[in-house]
Every structure is written in structure tokens, then in C-alpha cells.
């Protein structure tokens, strides 16, 4: 799957009207009171209706690129050989049990071979690693050409130099809108590769981080 593109944008508060009128007797035993706390109005929590409209994808893209990830490369061994490809949506979800996840796009070419595969290494590239992140997001017969990478137990590739990787069973599968969330128990894990910041991707182009301490 390609890296995600820029994203999303906030959900505005509904109108409410400038205009408060007092309710009649009638209206009274059946009106809600905006309560008050320190003479500043309480404003009731607002149900969204069923029918609400959704935000307009264009700005949904926007806003979610605003969001910085880390970038992996997700392998798996296959009868016809190794398969991968770029990720931005990695993430842990449980330390006991060990269960880390990642999103894959519901018309990925690749995502099938992965699901069959039943296991998968999670491979985070390092910020001297951009080549790799374009070369698993596009289209191509053979990503894996001039890449070294070794087998780890579940027989995917762990792609030499990355900053870490984790070796994955397939755990559970969970539909979600367009995409499949592919979440794996890790049954091994690493840290071979020389010592540096992670690849980030941002606004739909990666870098690498600058650290300050807090």
C-alpha cells in the first residue's frame, strides 16, 4: 500500500441560535434548562443527527497530513516468493499479549499475499532509508531487487540495515471503511541496524526527526 496520503479536518460545533427565548408555562415541564455554573451558561452536550453529513475527502486528506508517522515496510514469504510493501499506519495496540497493527487499503494487490501468508515482519525504516520507502509503495514486479534481507521465523523478509522489525503471526483480521486492519501477534524481534533516527512521513514527502529534549 502506497504511504497514506495527507488527511483530515475538525468537526465544527453546530449553530446555535443568538436569540434565547424564555419558555411559556406550557413549555416549562417539558423545555431542558441550560444549567449555569458561576453565572457562565452551560452549554448541553450536542447529539449529532444519523443523517449528519461526513467531511468532504479533499479536506479530510489535508488535515490528516498534518499528522507525522513513522514509515515500515510490511513482508511476508510466499510460495511465489518474498512480498512487501510501504506503510504509514503502523502501530502497537498490546504489550500482554504482544500485539502490534497496520492498515492495509482494501483494493491492495499486495494485502492478499500478506493475509494468505499468515504472518508478516514489520520492518521500520531508518531516516537513511528513503529509497526503500518509494521502491515498496509503488507498483513493481519485483520490489525486492538489489535489497539484502534475511528470513526471520515466520520466514518474511527482515530487510538489512532497517532501524527495527518485528516478526508477526497474524492474529485477526478486521474490516474498517476501505481498509483491513491486520493485526499480528509478535513472536520475535529487533534491533540490528546502526543507531538513528527514524524515517517520518509528513505532508506527503518523508524526513527525518530532529530531537529536542523535554
Not at 497474524?170 to 527514524?198: C, E, F, N, S, Y
Amino acid at each position: 500500500m502506497p504511504p497514506a496520503p495527507d488527511l483530515a479536518p475538525t468537526l465544527g460545533r453546530p449553530p446555535f441560535s443568538t436569540t434565547t427565548q424564555r419558555p411559556t408555562t406550557t413549555q416549562r415541564s417539558t423545555t431542558t434548562q441550560r444549567s449555569t455554573t458561576k453565572g457562565h451558561a452551560m452549554t448541553p452536550p450536542w447529539t449529532p443527527p444519523s443523517s449528519a453529513p461526513s467531511v468532504s475527502p479533499t479536506m479530510f486528506r489535508h488535515t490528516l497530513g498534518r499528522w507525522a508517522t513513522g514509515v515500515a515496510i510490511i513482508t511476508a514469504a510466499t510460495p511465489d516468493g518474498p512480498v512487501g510493501m510501504t506503510v504509514t499506519s503502523f502501530s502497537s495496540i498490546s504489550l500482554e499479549p504482544p500485539l502490534v497493527g497496520f492498515f492495509a487499503a482494501s483494493s491492495s494487490s499486495t494485502w492478499p499475499s500478506i493475509e494468505s501468508a499468515g504472518g508478516y515482519v514489520v520492518n521500520v525504516l531508518g531516516d537513511d532509508q528513503h529509497h526503500l520507502c518509494g521502491a515498496f509503495a509503488q507498483r513493481a514486479e519485483d520490489r525486492f531487487t538489489d535489497v539484502g534481507w534475511s528470513p526471520a521465523r515466520t520466514g518474511a523478509p527482515v530487510l538489512e540495515g532497517v532501524l527495527a522489525w518485528m516478526d508477526c503471526e497474524l492474529h485477526q483480521t478486521v474490516g474498517m471503511g476501505d481498509h483491513v486492519l491486520a493485526v499480528g501477534k509478535v513472536i520475535d524481534a529487533g534491533v540490528d541496524g546502526p543507531a538513528r533516527g527514524p524515517l517520518l512521513w509528513y505532508q506527503r514527502g518523508t524526513g527525518a526527526l530532529r530531537p529536542h529534549r523535554v
